[in-house]
């Protein structure tokens, strides 16, 4: 990747951004020293992105231009918690998807057509390179409408300054939709006819629905005509943030298997995201999309019409996804807001509430996407330890991994079953509800075949840590079933957070794996784990009364009656990036008058 040009450097303390963001394939990132507790703001992350201070929800518009990758995020310049009229676009910029440095707000609520808040949206990069931004506005009489935004200086790389152009609204809100329920306009795509198309969320007769509008020149949109939308939810309440991208049909680990958005014809399918407010999580299907129909074609029928049905991208504490086409690497990145789940009390005293980026692509079964950490992370990696391959874990078995922060680590690890003969039986209404299963039959309730997994964010006694764990369940439809949790009932024991248990089914056949493997990235108070091959994803927020005091430990275990064998496991501590942060967590904002209109 080119360097930050020199001019760029001249410009409000860019010297910063020169020397930790600018980056080329043969120079790494300049690195904050190991981590340490000491001095660091309970619970804040060292390499997740987060804000220096004040409310963060959605991330929006995430790119790659001009050597640079940006993430817009709806931001609160004002204070620590969500409002309604205060929503303005967040800007970082970033040369690795790993160090960010914060600038100006993007956006903010200055105009009539978005007086009551700038909120989520996408943004599309146009014929010649030029970046284009459609966001939601509430408008000054309280009306959701859709605008749209140009960089004042496309050849800025830092894109520093946005116009609001004055005929906005470009999409207004339509006759048949409430003023509240229409909202969160998608990355647009080309389609064959040479027509833009974006899909934006709206309640259509009290119907959740997912629009098509399309348009020629990126300013006058109108309705698509198809006899019925993109995709429409009667029981899910409002569903938004729609997100409908390709991906190829033959992908091995996600590298050079991106597509751009425009995309289509042979070996192509297409993915339609949508996040389902009422439950706050975010759900897809795999599909084939038409766009002379404007229509989409599930995958899985079976999976019904409610969204609710369909298969999860996180079966933890994430929402509000977003994923944009990175040109630099030819993958397809996701990026996913996981809020704070302490108390309101907390995020006043704290003065900030806020995943580290994935890649993504489809499974050779072609229905399930899988996720994997961007391999930008790796170079984070400072203190490695491995466990002997081979270790055998019998009942009640327990190995800690020392040598490396509990805190703040990457950790991989390949458990080998000797034999599936102890599975439990299945009971069907297991099916029905994975995560109350993984309540019931925690880490500490022995089974057949598991629960085997990691200890993380542990105190030295135990009363505090969170469990990631597998366990296998006997035969359903001729296949065992391999359950995946985390188990946050004992992560902390403080009053007023929220420590439920997260999980799910994972799709994977155990008989034809020799090994199952967990990859745990734990940073603070985030714990993002991917099981088989990043088939199952989940991600939480814990705050153990521990880590303010003293060190976290982690270890690798085995509750189940037959023998896990640990095939292999690796562990490494990591650096803390630099995330809109300088020292003593104080802000570093290229300042300079945005120039809105």
């Known amino acids: 990747m080119a360097r930050l040009p020199l001019a760029a450097c001249a410009v409000a303390a860019a010297f910063y951004l020169c020397l930790h963001l600018a980056s080329s394939s043969s120079s790494a990132p300049r690195l904050a020293p190991a981590p340490s507790d000491g001095g660091r703001r309970a619970g804040r992350t060292a390499y997740h992105f987060q804000p220096a201070k004040n409310w963060q929800n959605d991330p929006n518009g995430p790119m790659y231009y001009n050597g640079m990758y940006h993430l817009f995020y709806q931001y609160n310049p004002h204070g620590a918690l969500w409002g309604v009229g205060n929503l303005s676009w967040g800007h970082s910029v970033s040369g690795d998807l790993v160090n960010w440095a914060a600038l100006d707000t993007a956006l903010d609520p200055t105009s009539p057509f978005d007086a009551n808040g700038c909120w989520s949206a996408s943004a599309t990069i146009l014929p010649g390179g030029t970046p284009a931004i459609l966001y939601t506005g509430i408008d000054a009489n309280g009306e959701q409408v859709q605008n749209v935004a140009f960089p004042r200086d496309p050849a800025d790389p830092l894109l520093r300054r946005w116009d609001k152009p004055g005929y906005n609204p470009v999409i207004p809100l339509p006759a048949d939709v409430p003023g509240d329920k229409f909202r969160d306009p998608s990355t647009a795509w080309l389609g064959r006819d040479g027509l833009w198309r974006v899909a934006v969320s709206a309640e259509v007769r009290g119907v959740a629905s997912t629009l098509v509008y399309r348009s020629a020149d990126f300013l006058r949109w109108e309705r698509a005509p198809a006899a019925a939308p993109l995709h429409a939810s009667r029981a899910a309440g409002m569903v938004e943030c729609p997100d409908l991208f390709p991906v190829k049909e033959e992908g091995d680990d996600g590298d050079g298997q991106g597509l751009d958005a425009s995309a289509s014809g042979a070996g192509v399918r297409h993915v339609l995201k949508l996040s389902v407010m009422d439950t706050l999580q975010d759900h897809y299907m795999v599909g084939r999309y038409d766009d002379a129909a404007d229509a989409f074609v599930p995958a899985e029928p079976e999976r019904g019409d409610d969204v609710r049905g369909w298969r999860r991208l996180d079966y933890g504490h994430v929402y509000a996804s977003k994923t944009f086409f990175d040109a630099r690497g030819s993958r397809r990145v996701l990026w996913a807001w996981a809020n704070e789940s302490d108390s309101q009390a907390d995020d006043v005293a704290k003065g900030w509430s806020g995943t580290f980026p994935r890649k993504l692509w489809l499974d050779e079964d072609g229905k399930q996407l899988r996720q994997w950490p961007v391999e930008e992370i790796e170079t984070l990696r400072r203190k490695r330890v491995v466990l002997h391959r081979g270790t055998a874990l019998a009942t009640g078995g327990m190995n800690e991994i020392v040598g490396v922060a509990g805190s703040q680590a990457d950790v991989e690890v390949a458990f080998k079953v000797s034999s599936l003969a102890g599975a439990e039986a299945l009971d069907p209404n297991w099916l029905l509800d994975p995560q109350k299963l993984c309540g019931e039959k925690g880490?500490?309730?022995?089974?057949?075949?598991?629960?085997?997994?990691?200890?993380?964010?542990?105190?030295?006694?135990?009363?505090?840590?969170?469990?990631?764990?597998?366990?296998?369940?006997?035969?359903?439809?001729?296949?065992?079933?391999?359950?995946?949790?985390?188990?946050?009932?004992?992560?902390?024991?403080?009053?007023?957070?929220?420590?439920?248990?997260?999980?799910?089914?994972?799709?994977v056949d155990v008989e034809e794996h020799e090994t199952i493997n967990l990859r745990t990235l734990i940073d603070h108070s985030v714990v993002e784990s991917f099981g088989a091959d990043g088939r199952m994803c989940i991600t939480a927020r814990v705050y153990p009364e521990h880590a303010e005091t003293s060190n976290s430990h982690m270890f690798v275990f085995n509750n189940g009656t037959g023998t896990v064998e640990v095939s292999k496991l690796e562990a490494w501590e990591l650096a803390a990036a630099t995330v809109n942060s300088v020292g003593g967590n104080d802000s570093l904002v290229m300042s300079e008058s945005n120039g809105q209109s």
């Open 443 to 507: 880490a500490s309730v022995p089974g057949g075949v598991g629960p085997f997994g990691l200890i993380v964010m542990a105190s030295s006694d135990l009363r505090e840590h969170t469990a990631v764990f597998f366990r296998a369940i006997y035969r359903y439809h001729g296949r065992y079933k391999l359950l995946m949790c985390t188990d946050l009932t004992r992560s902390s024991t403080r009053a007023g957070v929220y420590k439920p248990p997260y999980g799910g089914f994972v799709d």
